[in-house]
């Protein structure tokens, strides 16, 4: 299929980006190979499907508006959401076989699916330079030759891209994340090249307007260059801000991170947890929140909450951290906006690894 090679860019760092983030999520490396894409339709993509899965609907808002589809197996489901609350493999494994998925595993694997769209909005947001801004429903299960197909359920009826990347995770046989996106959204996304026709004869322009085009386009010119200078400062003003607030109640540890994000280079803006967030936020290039958090009370979550709705549409990546994590805990942070987590005692080498690759990703 010619063309979209920039759409199939930017889902292959996406999908990339969906496997890192969620591997440290789950505690598995994971990774997803390079999509393929193909030209299908609905009748094709769930008349070929011969096992249950989930389809989550993708809303595309701002100027490339639109909804598409992101599709997981069931099994391949089962397995990442037992992961995520810290069943024994043995257990995922008997529960793949048996196609059991609790509603523990349901919760478990929306969060998941939400994890994946923020790994996408990290790549899609600077791809197509903030014009787009992606959020997910809760996924629903299909069952092929059960499921009822209407003109909108599972997914509307149209053209499709179809780009399909292959998941795997040690000692585990997993399947493909799909994703289908509608032709005429695609098109939005990447438009076809447009091939202008020569014109048929060049006109011969008059001494008067050669003598007086000039000076016109001068002027142009040079407004044309000064906005395009100071375009040029913001971005490069934007794209080197290293600012990370670390909010955190505990003196010690605020210092180790204040001390050891100055030493890699970043600028860290440190404050208590009830400090005003919105006067921080304010002063403007913060691209990273590291979130001390004490036991995952609705205090606790009050704040990433707040950060959350004080930044949509940046989607400011927050990190969260406490000593100690519960399968609730985990669930909960993702839940309420965390985009990844640390255990305490803060180690250096952890905190650098995580804090650059969201970085790297804005």
Not at 148 to 177: K, N
Not at 313 to 319: K, T, Y
Request: a negative charge; glycine letters at 6%; hydrophobic letters at 40%.
């Amino acid at each position: 299929m010619e063309g979209f090679a920039t759409l199939t860019s930017v889902v292959d760092n996406a999908f990339k980006q969906a496997a890192e983030d969620s591997g440290m999520l789950l505690g598995q490396e994971l990774t997803i190979g390079e999509a393929d894409r193909i030209a299908t339709n609905r009748q094709t993509y769930f008349c070929d499907m011969d096992d249950l899965c989930f389809v989550a609907e993708i809303t595309s808002s701002g100027e490339f508006a639109g909804k598409f589809y992101t599709v997981i197996g069931l099994r391949d489901a089962i397995c990442m959401s037992g992961y995520l609350l810290g069943i024994p493999p043995a257990r995922i494994n008997e529960k793949r076989r048996l196609a059991i998925m609790e509603d523990d595993d349901v919760d478990a694997f929306s969060e998941i699916v939400n994890q994946v769209v923020g790994s996408f909005n990290s790549i899609f947001q600077p791809a197509f330079t903030n014009k787009v801004h992606l959020k997910v429903a809760p996924p629903q299960k299909f069952i092929p030759e059960t499921t009822e197909i209407t003109e909108t359920e599972p997914v509307p009826d149209s053209e499709y891209l179809l780009f399909r990347g292959r998941m795997e995770m040690a000692g585990q046989e997993m399947g493909y994340l799909d994703l289908l996106i509608p032709a005429p959204l695609a098109e939005l996304f990447d438009p076809p090249e447009v091939v202008e026709e020569e014109p048929a004869a060049v006109a011969v322009e008059s001494d008067a307007e050669s003598e007086a085009a000039p000076g016109a386009d001068d002027g142009a010119d040079e407004s044309d260059v000064t906005a395009g200078e100071e375009a040029a400062v913001t971005v490069s003003q934007a794209a080197s801000s290293r600012k990370v607030l670390i909010l955190e109640d505990d003196d010690g540890d605020r210092q180790l991170l204040r001390e050891f994000l100055a030493s890699r280079g970043y600028e860290p803006i440190e404050a208590g947890l009830d400090a005003d967030i919105r006067e921080i936020l304010a002063t403007g290039g913060v691209r990273l929140v590291v979130l001390g958090i004490h036991n995952g009370d609705d205090r606790d979550m009050a704040v990433c909450i707040k950060i959350k709705s004080l930044t949509q549409e940046e989607a400011l990546p927050i990190i969260m951290c406490a000593r100690e994590w519960t399968r609730s805990a985990v669930l909960k942070a993702v839940k309420y906006g965390a985009r990844d987590i640390i255990v305490k005692p803060y180690q250096p080498e952890d905190v650098a690894a995580k804090v650059e690759k969201f970085l790297r990703a804005a």
